[in-house]
């Protein structure tokens, strides 16, 4: 038994009648440790509501489920400029609302900065129809 002290510095002697009583209580000392308790938990890395990789998996099942609700919210939603942090819903908008065709002018009107996002904007451009503002409908009619 290694948890018994009965190498020759031993405190307890366990001779005769006393000495019986003495292993028995040492043997219980060492069964009924609270030791034991913790060490029938589970470790906290393998517990599923704490493991690190149970929380990432929920959160891009959330950010799926997003993206799957309205991807057009997400799509409008997405970083064009970084550095000044517009997002492609508000270049779409000054685009269609003022009739912009340059990227100074989307610039201007949406405070989209530097080269960072010029060759987004150009994208953005090419890819939209050109449309005159309804200022300057107002203004022909």
């Not at 006393?18 to 470790?43: H, S, T, Y």
């Not at 993206?67 to 064009?80: F, G, H, L, Y």
Request: glycine fraction near 4%; charged fraction near 25%.
């Amino acid at each position: 038994m290694p948890w018994l002290d009965i190498n020759q510095e031993r405190y307890h002697a366990y001779m005769g009648y006393v000495g019986m009583v003495k292993l028995v209580e040492e043997i219980d000392k060492a069964l009924f440790n609270p030791i034991w308790e913790q060490l029938r938990r589970p470790v906290p890395w393998d517990e599923v509501a704490n493991n690190w990789r149970a929380k990432a998996i929920a959160q891009m099942d959330a950010q799926a489920a997003e993206v799957a609700a309205d991807p057009e919210t997400t799509r409008r939603a997405k970083k064009v400029c970084f550095c000044k942090e517009v997002d492609l819903g508000t270049i779409e908008d000054a685009i269609r609302s003022h009739g912009l065709t340059s990227v100074e002018a989307v610039r201007q009107h949406t405070n989209a900065f530097g080269g960072c996002c010029k060759r987004r904007i150009e994208d953005i451009l090419a890819t939209m129809p050109v449309s005159s503002p309804p200022a300057m409908l107002q203004a022909a009619e």
